[in-house]
C-alpha cells in the first residue's frame, strides 16, 4: 500500500492565481487530504447512514459493529482516483482477505467539496481516532477514525426527529454539517445548520466532546447515551496524542 506525495503548495499557488477556488475547497484541499465516504449505524429498520471524513492510507472501521475499509488514491491517474478495499470486522489492520470486490471512485470535476464521495489526494495527515461505547462505557461499539479540520455535509437532508439536536424543530429536513478538530487533550464536534458550517440561523449550535482522559458522556442518540474516549489526534502527520500502551506487571 503506497501513500500519496504531497504538493498542496503548488495547489494552493494555482488556486489564487487562476481566482477559482473558493475559501472552502482550498482550506479543504490544503489543509487534509480524505475520503468522504458513509458510516453506518445500527437501528431496528437496518443500517442508517450519514457522511463521514475517512482519511486516506489507514484501515479505518466503516460503521459501529461493522466491517473495516482502506482508501487508497491511484498516483497513476494523476490522483483523480480512489479505491476502497473493505475487510471484515475482525480485520482491523486491514491484513486479511477482501470480504468484497474493491470499488474504486473517480473524482467529479464539478462537484462539491465536502459531500459524498468527494475527495483530495494532495493534503496533509489530519485524524482523530476515538472509541464509542454504550451502557456507561461498557460496550464498544466502535472505533471511527476522522479526518480534522475539514467542513462535510454530515447528512443528505435528514428529517431531524431526535434528541441529539435540541435548537432544531422537530420533523423537519434540514441540511447539517459538520467539523471535527483535535489537540493534545480533547476532541470537538461542530455541527451547523447548513451545508458550508457557516449558518446565522443557528450558528454552531452544537459542541460535543471526546475527552482523551477517560471514557465519558458524548452523545446521545435515539434514546441511547453514547460515551467517548479519544484514542489519538493526528496533526499535519505528527500525533499530538497517543495512548500510551496497556502495561501489565508479573
Same mark, same amino acid.
Given at each position: 500500500?503506497?501513500? &500519496? /506525495?504531497s504538493l498542496?503548495?503548488?495547489?494552493?499557488?494555482?488556486?489564487? #492565481?487562476l /481566482?477559482?477556488?473558493?475559501?472552502?475547497?482550498?482550506?479543504?484541499?490544503?489543509?487534509?487530504?480524505?475520503?468522504i465516504? $458513509?458510516?453506518?449505524?445500527?437501528? !431496528?429498520g437496518?443500517? +442508517?447512514?450519514?457522511? $463521514?471524513?475517512? *482519511?486516506?492510507?489507514?484501515?479505518v472501521?466503516?460503521?459501529f459493529? /461493522?466491517?473495516?475499509?482502506? #482508501?487508497?488514491?491511484?498516483?497513476?491517474?494523476?490522483?483523480? +482516483? @480512489?479505491?476502497?478495499?473493505?475487510y471484515?470486522?475482525?480485520?482491523?489492520?486491514?491484513?486479511?482477505?477482501e470480504?468484497s470486490q474493491a470499488?474504486?471512485?473517480?473524482?467529479q470535476q464539478?462537484?462539491? *467539496?465536502?459531500t459524498?464521495?468527494?475527495?483530495?489526494?494532495?493534503?496533509?495527515?489530519?485524524?482523530? +481516532?476515538?472509541?464509542?461505547?454504550?451502557?456507561?462505557c461498557?460496550?464498544? @461499539?466502535?472505533?471511527?477514525? @476522522?479526518v480534522t479540520d475539514?467542513?462535510f455535509q454530515y447528512?443528505?437532508? !435528514?428529517?431531524?426527529?431526535?434528541?441529539?439536536?435540541?435548537?432544531?424543530?422537530?420533523?423537519?429536513?434540514y441540511?447539517? !454539517?459538520?467539523?471535527?478538530?483535535?489537540?493534545n487533550?480533547?476532541?470537538? @464536534? %461542530?455541527?451547523?445548520?447548513?451545508?458550508?458550517?457557516s449558518?446565522?440561523?443557528y450558528? +454552531?449550535?452544537?459542541d460535543?466532546?471526546i475527552?482523551t482522559?477517560?471514557?465519558? *458522556?458524548f #452523545?446521545?442518540?435515539?434514546?441511547?447515551?453514547?460515551?467517548g474516549e479519544?484514542l &489519538?489526534?493526528? %496533526?499535519?502527520?505528527?500525533?499530538?496524542?497517543?495512548?500510551? *500502551?496497556?502495561?501489565?506487571?508479573?
Amino acid at each position: 500500500m503506497s501513500s &500519496s /506525495s504531497s504538493l498542496s503548495r503548488f495547489f494552493y499557488g494555482y488556486c489564487l #492565481f487562476l /481566482s477559482l477556488c473558493s475559501v472552502q475547497a482550498l482550506n479543504n484541499a490544503t489543509m487534509s487530504k480524505y475520503f468522504i465516504g $458513509q458510516f453506518a449505524f445500527p437501528s !431496528s429498520g437496518g443500517s +442508517t447512514y450519514v457522511n $463521514q471524513p475517512y *482519511p486516506l492510507d489507514m484501515c479505518v472501521q466503516i460503521g459501529f459493529f /461493522s466491517n473495516f475499509a482502506y #482508501f487508497e488514491c491511484d498516483n497513476d491517474t494523476d490522483f483523480t +482516483t @480512489v479505491t476502497m478495499t473493505t475487510y471484515a470486522a475482525s480485520d482491523n489492520d486491514c491484513s486479511g482477505d477482501e470480504v468484497s470486490q474493491a470499488i474504486t471512485y473517480t473524482l467529479q470535476q464539478d462537484g462539491t *467539496p465536502g459531500t459524498l464521495y468527494d475527495f483530495n489526494c494532495i493534503g496533509l495527515t489530519n485524524v482523530v +481516532t476515538y472509541d464509542v461505547h454504550l451502557a456507561a462505557c461498557g460496550t464498544l @461499539v466502535g472505533t471511527p477514525s @476522522v479526518v480534522t479540520d475539514l467542513c462535510f455535509q454530515y447528512n443528505n437532508n !435528514s428529517n431531524i426527529t431526535n434528541e441529539r439536536y435540541p435548537n432544531i424543530p422537530r420533523n423537519e429536513y434540514y441540511q447539517l !454539517s459538520q467539523r471535527y478538530t483535535c489537540t493534545n487533550t480533547s476532541a470537538t @464536534v %461542530q455541527t451547523f445548520v447548513g451545508e458550508d458550517c457557516s449558518s446565522s440561523e443557528y450558528p +454552531t449550535y452544537l459542541d460535543e466532546y471526546i475527552a482523551t482522559t477517560d471514557c465519558g *458522556p458524548f #452523545f446521545t442518540e435515539r434514546g441511547f447515551d453514547v460515551y467517548g474516549e479519544m484514542l &489519538s489526534c493526528v %496533526q499535519a502527520g505528527a500525533p499530538t496524542f497517543t495512548v500510551p *500502551p496497556t502495561t501489565t506487571t508479573d
